[in-house]
């Protein structure tokens, strides 16, 4: 067993050298232009070495049960780091905060679409408990971190979330570097668009807001401003959103959706 955790170790740090030597990769699609991060890059890897008809020999021993749940009951202690960071980026800009403007606050109340639309089409399609994991918000570190804490990764809430987190980050980036500027098409105005991207995941707000600044150039200064304080603010006040907003309006929602069903 020992040996496996020894061959496990071993792999992951192998697929993040692979995945930091290919590096940022764009595609450019007309107008558009994808980018594709070294953390999507490390998912997908990890993913397809992860079929059942690949698990033979030493990546059998790799994806040992044993390693797979190691993996999700400890997978917190990686986020508790970022959270920390996260408080120690809004301390010392807080006046800043306080001075970018009542816009950048009524956005969070955006926070609470992903419960009052996603939590009716996942019951719908016949999600229970881990409709509570996937729709609490977009899956990414903060939802992760309270969903862990509250019901652990093992649960069925903790499926959804950590299901939320692996599709957001190998979509969430190319969807963000595709949406903005379409949006900006219509008509859009890009310091809107800019203050939509800081959505509370690095790696989409990066995405949106290098797409942005590829289509308005001269506008890069201010874009990347505003998604700087829009990601700021998602990470400090969206956490707060989350837990005395979405959280109870989730619960209530959930047990009025289900009452009767015998699932």
């Known amino acids: 067993m020992v040996k496996n955790f020894v061959y496990f170790l071993v792999f992951v740090l192998a697929v993040i050298a692979a995945a930091e030597l290919i590096g940022i990769q764009t595609i450019s699609i007309g107008s558009m232009t994808i980018s594709m991060l070294p953390l999507v890059f490390a998912i997908a890897i990890a993913m397809i070495l992860a079929l059942p008809f690949l698990r033979k020999g030493i990546l059998k021993k790799i994806y040992s049960k044993k390693n797979v749940d190691f993996a999700s009951k400890y997978l917190i202690f990686i986020m508790l780091p970022l959270m ?45 408990r881990e409709a509570i994991g996937a729709t609490l918000g977009i899956g990414r570190e903060g939802e992760l971190a309270y969903i862990s804490e509250k019901y652990t990764l093992e649960s069925p809430e903790g499926r959804g979330v950590i299901s939320l987190y692996v599709i957001g980050t190998l979509f969430g980036t190319m969807f963000f570097s595709i949406f903005a500027p379409i949006l900006l098409d219509f008509g859009f105005r890009v310091e809107a668009l800019a203050m939509a991207s800081g959505i509370g995941s690095g790696s989409m707000m990066s995405a949106s807001s290098a797409t942005l600044v590829a289509r308005v150039p001269e506008m890069e200064s201010t874009i990347l401003a505003y998604a700087s304080a829009s ?21 209530f929602m959930y047990k009025f959706l289900v009452r009767g069903d015998k699932k």
């Open 84 to 128: 920390a960071r996260y408080g120690s980026d809004v301390a010392p800009q807080i006046r800043e905060i306080l001075q970018v403007g009542w816009v950048f606050i009524i956005q969070e109340i955006g926070n609470l679409g992903t419960v009052l639309i996603g939590l009716p089409i996942a019951i719908l399609i016949g999600l229970r």
């Open 231 to 251: 990601q700021l603010l998602t990470s400090f006040i969206g956490t707060f959103t989350m837990v005395f907003l979405a959280a109870p309006l989730q619960q």
